[in-house]
């Protein structure tokens, strides 16, 4: 260091260029916080995500900075600004995608936002109380990637899931919703995932999703029906009454099955069409190949006889009633109902036993022989159609086909094409006759006659009743004194009884009582024999050989 | 007290930077110890200017991370939020309560800007030789010096916070890295100020070049 300056003086030139501009270790430390910072910035950007856009029309619970894109229950992006676009009728949720996720953002990924639900098929997105609304999000199959998204209004019924959609056309959607269950052996195996209108607007689409693995259940033959609510039928076979379940109850439902009469095909690919019936009666239903139709004319009437009113032969189910008429006949000036029916021949050939299997082939294959047999049935025999009561109760009316022996004789005009089947009157008839008759016989009786000869005997009865008071009256005057004077005896008998147990106390239990004194020499007597006892039993102890050898001396005592 | 006065080192006495006491130097190349309190005697503290130079700009950068990143991360009720000190001061104004959140702002944002910024400006006028103000300029210094002892407030709000408010599992705050950024900007911006050696402020052109060393 140079001689401190005086003020004023000029300063004098070194000769050496003084040493500056040394560089101190103190600016590792600068160049440290550097390289912590940029290290730290060179993170941030590493690990930032793509940025999405998702439009959606409501941004219900949805706020920048807290909302959460959830996948699997994993954040995978938070939501960075909320903001109105396309002239404020939609909102634009801006989102950063964690960067691990950014393979996900394909074209068709969905987003929707998760909001607590309480409907009655179930609860869903409890979780969302406590956290706040989230956009949950489905992966897309796309390999094309996209970062512009229209975020759906509704959550997928069936996010994540694995399994099968497929689309079932039906006339209405009945009580059948989104999320509706589909039931397979009343196992709830999938739901509706939407139900739209055809283009036409003459049906209704509904789309099924069906979970793995029970997607392999529906197979090309399945068939499906609506299984919503309670199905109470009350036809000439009585009340039936058909449910799926409870919740099928409330909200509808949907059951599939295989027909038993299909063989199962492959498992139906992907989006198949089947068709949705009303019933499972209905699905089920083999399709009657062989359906002929008939012409039944009554001459009574038809009260009672709905179309789908069964036709029974012999009691089996043949067929059904297609239309309730009536029959103009201008000629004879007569109007009589006209029924017209449908008869499945193959109900009644596939009952026949197994020996006669290659008849009953013989029967379906050819209807020449199939019409001479029911042609001799009817001309010879005497087959006829009649209206049956199926329900006294409810008045329904089914048609029944039986042999009538002593019917007129008819020819069965094979013809037409709606060949017409010979009627016998009902039993109805009949039925009310008998009924009448049984009315009159009671209206005959003599209700009065009987009446006052009733009244009669009850009089007589009444006398009978008096006489009996007085009789009892007197027994009491007459009887009692006596029976007063036996319990006064009786009470005497007791006192002398009385005082003879006294005595017998006192001899018994007073110390000097005989009694007493035996008991007490007993007593003393066997003290005496359990000390002996005792004392053998001691002895036993110590030596036990003194049993065989008897007592030695120096056994002591 | 006048501008004009002599200063120690014109005087060609020295002043110890301990007790103060003003002493004559042992040799003018090597002053020696205070013959007070002990401590070893410098004319002007070594490399001052480079050491509280190297030292801000450290904490110039450390201020941005401090900011840019968060210093509390709470999870309440399964939602997780994390806030920056701006975010804080934000949060405080939007709610009503506009008086914290300009303590806030001042404590945490200003006053260590202001801090680097003061240090700057006088380090600034040492190196060209010409302080202006040498009275405000020296108030300044005291006052840099002073506030920095109150400058960790944040931290130590952030440790209580963390410390206190953990109701597993409803509700729980974490520090987050913000905060190690905040504390190396008040620790590096007081270290700035004690490297500073505020005579250097009193000497004149002529001088500084003679003690240069």
Redesign the interface.
Known sequence: ???????GEI?QATAVR?K?G???V??I??I???L??IG??VQRILSVGPTIIIVFTAAEGIEA??TFIRYKDVNIGQVTAVRLTNEYKQVEVTARIEKHAAGLMVQDAKFWVVRPQISLTGVSGL?TL???NYIGFEPGASEQSANIFIGLDVAPVVAGQAGREFILNSGDVGSLSIGSPIYYRRLPVGQVTATDLQPDGKAVQIRVFVRAPYDKYVVTGTRFWNASGIDVSVGADGINVRTESVVAILVGGISFDVPPFMTPGEAAPEDTVFTLYDDRVAAMKAPDPLAKHYVLKFNESVRGLAVGAPVTFLGLPAGEVTKVGLAFDVVKGDIRPRVEAVFYPERVIELASAKEAALAEAFRQDEQKRRAFIRRMVEERGLRAQLKSGSLITGQLYVGIDYHPNAPKVKLDFSQESPEFPTVPSDLADLEAKVGGIVDKIDRMPLEAIGNDLKKNLESLDQTLTSATKLITNADEQVLPGLKASIEDLRRTLGAVERAMNNADASLLQSSAPAQQDLRNALQEFTRAARSLRILMDELERQPSSVIRGKTDTGGK | MSADALSAAEAGLVSCTTCHLLSRPAETANPGYCPRCGAGLVWRRRHSIQYTWALIIAATIFYIPANALPVLTTTALGSTESDTIIGGVIFLYTSGSWPLALIVLVASVMIPLGKLIALAYLLIQVQRRQVRNRHDSARMYRVVEFIGRWSMLDVFVDAFVVALVQLQPLMSVEPGPGVVFFMGVVVLTMLAAQTFDPRLLWDTPLERQALDG
């Open positions: 260091m140079a001689e401190p300056p005086r003020s300063p003084p500056r040394r560089i101190s103190i600016w430390i600068p440290l916080a550097a912590v910072a730290i910035a900075g807290k979780s406590l956290s706040g």
